[in-house]
């Protein structure tokens, strides 16, 4: 009983009635994944989803996939467990700011830098939806929000960053208002061997609404955005006519012809953390896109390669050797 | 006195204690060894201190090991050792008390030096100021004795220093008359590349042996015969940590699963983890993970793609697991929980026995939370419980807590060896029919059925949120919450009808019932049939299965007079059986000093029970 013939997006969402709140960002996010899955072809019984808690983790089940809806912030976990156990299924993590990165941030950074080969979503909405409009870790310094009346006063993570200096294998940016831009960026995702992490930007309409809109609104997003692709000239603007010029720890806007090839495949993370850095800087446009794309093994096919090549040099166990060793003694 | 003349003892207590530098652990396991393979009965206990090295000479510094042999069957490391070899000034001053009266004392005098005092923090010589009246003293400089007999070797003081562990050994080969070679041909193994390092202890051994004759410092040498009526088979010597290891890799293959073991180091539990990481050919995977959560996350991630998932830790990692464990209770996920217990709370004493955890472990999650708890009593009832603690998890669908503790981890004892043609299998039935399964489809246990991510027609989502009970989708309807709460509990009650009634050791009727879990069986065993043999009837019913309860505890209560519950807690099981049995009364016998019960005292109080009652 094959599933894999010709599968259509529609086709890999659940029976379950989607319960987010109309017009909240996670729509765009939950029919970026299924319509990825449908191109590639996935058979949905090797799919299996993994989440903590928030609102983006009810996301595996809206999926008629394989899916785990785990406890706050362990998510990361628990598909670490599902995809060395059996590094057949093809695991991803759904998350979200306060997810991934408070309470689960541990295991977040350990994901990364062991490479499991996992596909990490994060989605950032700089707000605790669920618990109804906390900040988070990665709400803006000064967010007014129910727990912090007169201003946060925390410095926020900038998760690209984060993942970066984790040591991951693949970092991305996209944006819910984008699917186009969002597809592109999880087929990336999907195709990449090893830990993947996309952070999406993701407006909660209830308890954060426009969080982005400084930079994604239409009328300023080509402006104050940029689409950085392998191979490609770092070129942005409504009519394209600026560019980025990258020079050691400097990029600087230029015209479209002086701009930069972008490459996130250099072995030095580098380039990238001075890509992200443009986040700090108000006049420059936020990158989205691949940060970073390197090749690395992943712990799951260590894993595997290490238990087959232990067996290989002293032959497979048998459970009397285990128990009968050398040093038994006989009581006749 | 030649070594002709033997003087026959049956039961031989021995402690070594030096600096955790001295190599007593080491000492004390090549002592055991050579013991089994004699054919004596033995248990053992190492006792060390939590500091990987504190100050050399110190109190604090202090490493233990003790060994209790015998010509008949034994339960416990023994009481008060009859014979303590003394390395060093805080070794001899933290430990002699515990010597029984006459004991003998050997005390390595090179190492008492003004210096030595005084990081021992003593103002006067042990030796001399009376200290040690009433046990027999035997003063030896066995440091420079070691230099003598490595004379000639191009191994630097220092390293010569360090073979009087083995010097010390050859002197107690001799006084209890042990065979050298079982210690030679190990030398010989472990030094393979250090050739020099082997000759050089082997020469310390031999040279503390031929001086135990030549020197004649001991007024007599003994011998302990080896046990003649012990159970035909083949045995091994076992630590607690590894039976646990092997029991759980045994099991796993006995229900046809392959073992993950997510894990994160703790103190006493760490080596069940080093254990497994070197069975990779048993197609076992471990994770040392970021932490307690990740460990017992992955696990149950590892189960969801049906693999035998297993954690393991101690009294403080469980604390942090406990919101994971909830998750597999709700999930009904097969799931082993190793907790090996210290004294606590909180960081407590880690290297100290304690059973504490009892209470956390059947009732520690938030809501109800049902799960069963089992506990191993000595090391080689270790590798039972853990096969025990598989075979619950699969067949009941779900998280079992196997409470082990520090006294079993690193106590060890010979175990008898399981015929493999015997060892019952119970291999899961992964679900693979599409036809009607939802994924809280029950069998007659109440056993959900196990669908594997990866199979065709089974996709399905579990997770933290209450589910219906027939369809598997998240529900919040109040009656279905119930449903659901009942129906969890009733499959973990229900572990009870395979389990069976444990048996009374000793009369099934008399003046008192001792009740014991956990490591406390050995002193609980010796105490009660010392008893027995006095004529007193008093039965010992020692309980594996903890929660729920095994049937039939009802009627053996019946037949005592009064029941004791002696626990290393503040009265945990007592606690659980006066709310289980509400009609009799459990009466406790408490201690938490980070030590075993001994067989004496436990003996002790007994008695006076029984003077009360007469």
Partial sequence: MSEIQQLKPKDYKSDQEVRWCPGCGDYSIINGVQSILADIGVAKENVVMVSGIGCSSRFPYYMDTYGFHGIHGRANAIATGVKVANPDLDVWVITGDGDGLSIGGNHMIHSLRRNVNLKIILFNNEIYGLTKGQYSPTSPFGLKTKTTPYGSVDNPFNPVQLALGAGATFVARTLDVSPKHMKETLAAAAAHKGAAFVEVWQNCVIFNDGAYKEWTDKAVRDEKTINIAKGEKMIFGKDNDKGLKSEGFHISVCSPEEASVWDPCVESPGPAFVMSQLDLDPSMPRPMGVFRQVSRPTLDELVADQVSSVTSKKGMGKLKDLIYTPDVWEVK | ?614
């Avoid at chain 2, 008060?80 to 003394?86: E, I, Q």
């Avoid at chain 2, 230099?147 to 209890?176: H, P, Q, S």
């Avoid at chain 2, 029941?563 to 709310?579: K, W």
């Fill in chain 2, 1 to 614: 006195m030649s070594s002709e003349e033997l003087i026959r003892q049956d039961d031989v207590t021995i402690r070594f204690v030096g600096d955790s530098g001295d190599g007593m652990q080491l000492t004390g396991s090549q002592f055991t060894d050579t013991t089994a393979k004699v054919g004596n009965d033995l248990a053992t206990f190492p006792d060390f201190p939590s500091e990987i090295r504190a100050p050399a000479g110190t109190r604090a510094g202090v490493s233990g090991f003790q060994i209790h042999f015998s010509s008949h069957d034994i339960y416990t490391p023994g009481d008060a050792p009859s014979v303590l070899v003394a390395m060093n000034p805080a070794a001899l001053i933290t430990n002699y008390k515990d010597l029984k009266p006459g004991g003998i004392i050997l005390v390595n005098t090179g190492a008492f030096t003004e210096r030595d005092l005084e990081r021992a923090e003593l103002k006067t010589n042990p030796l001399e100021d009376g200290t040690l009246a009433g046990y027999r003293v035997i003063q030896e400089d066995i440091n420079q004795r070691t230099i003598e007999a490595l004379e000639g070797t191009d191994l630097g003081k220092k390293d010569v220093l360090r073979c009087k562990n083995f010097y010390t050994l050859g002197m107690m080969y001799w006084l209890f008359s042990r065979p050298l070679e079982p210690t030679l041909e190990w030398l010989q193994a472990k030094f393979k590349n250090k050739p020099g390092l082997a000759d050089a202890n082997s020469r310390a051994l031999k040279a503390g042996y031929n001086h135990g004759e030549l020197l004649r410092l001991f007024q007599g040498r003994y011998e302990v015969p080896k046990v003649e009526d012990a159970p035909k088979g083949y045995y091994r010597n076992i630590m607690g940590n590894e039976a646990l290891a092997i029991g759980l890799v045994v099991g796993s293959e006995l229900a046809g699963l392959k073992p993950f073991l997510g894990s994160y180091p703790i103190t006493p539990a760490t080596d069940i983890l080093q254990y497994m990481s070197l069975m990779k050919n048993y197609d076992v995977i471990t994770c040392q993970m970021e932490d307690e959560i990740a460990g017992i996350c992955t696990a149950i991630g590892a189960s969801f793609a049906g693999r035998m998932g297993i954690t393991t830790t101690s009294g403080p990692g469980l604390a942090l697991k406990t919101e994971a464990l909830g998750l597999a209770v709700i999930t009904e996920l097969p799931l082993v929980v190793v907790d090996v217990q210290r004294a606590g709370p909180s960081t407590g004493l880690p290297t100290k026995v304690e059973q504490a955890d009892l209470l956390q472990s059947v009732f520690g999650r938030n809501s109800e939370a049902p799960l069963p708890v089992l506990a191993c009593s000595c090391p080689a009832d270790a590798f039972d419980c853990a096969v025990e603690a598989v075979r619950i998890a699969t067949q009941y669908m779900t998280p079992v807590i196997l409470l082990s503790d520090n006294y079993i981890a690193n106590g060890s004892e010979p175990w008898k060896l399981p015929d493999m043609d015997k060892l019952e299998r119970f291999p899961v039935e992964f679900v693979t029919d599409p036809e009607g399964f939802t994924p809280y489809n029950r069998d007659a246990k109440l056993a959900r059925g196990w669908a594997k991510p990866g199979t065709p027609g089974l996709r399905h989502r579990i997770g933290g949120l209450e589910k219906d009970s027939k369809t598997g989708a998240v529900s919040h309807d109040p009656d279905n919450h119930q449903i659901m709460v009942s129906l969890r509990q009733e499959k973990v009650q229900g572990v009870a009808d395979s389990i069976p009634t444990p048996e009374v050791n000793g009369p099934d009727k008399g003046e008192l019932l001792v009740v014991a879990w956990g490591s406390t069986y050995g002193a609980t065993r010796a105490a009660c049939e010392r008893l027995q043999k006095e004529g007193r009837t008093v039965g010992h019913l020692h309980m594996r299965h903890l929660w729920p309860f095994p049937h039939g505890l009802r009627e053996i209560f019946k037949g005592y007079d009064r029941i004791i519950v002696p626990e290393l807690n503040m009265g945990q099981l007592a606690r659980l059986l006066t709310s289980e049995y509400p009609e009799f009364k459990f009466e406790k016998y408490n201690k938490v000093k980070g030590k075993p019960f001994q067989a004496f005292e436990l003996k002790a109080h007994f008695e006076k029970i029984l003077e009360e009652k007469s």
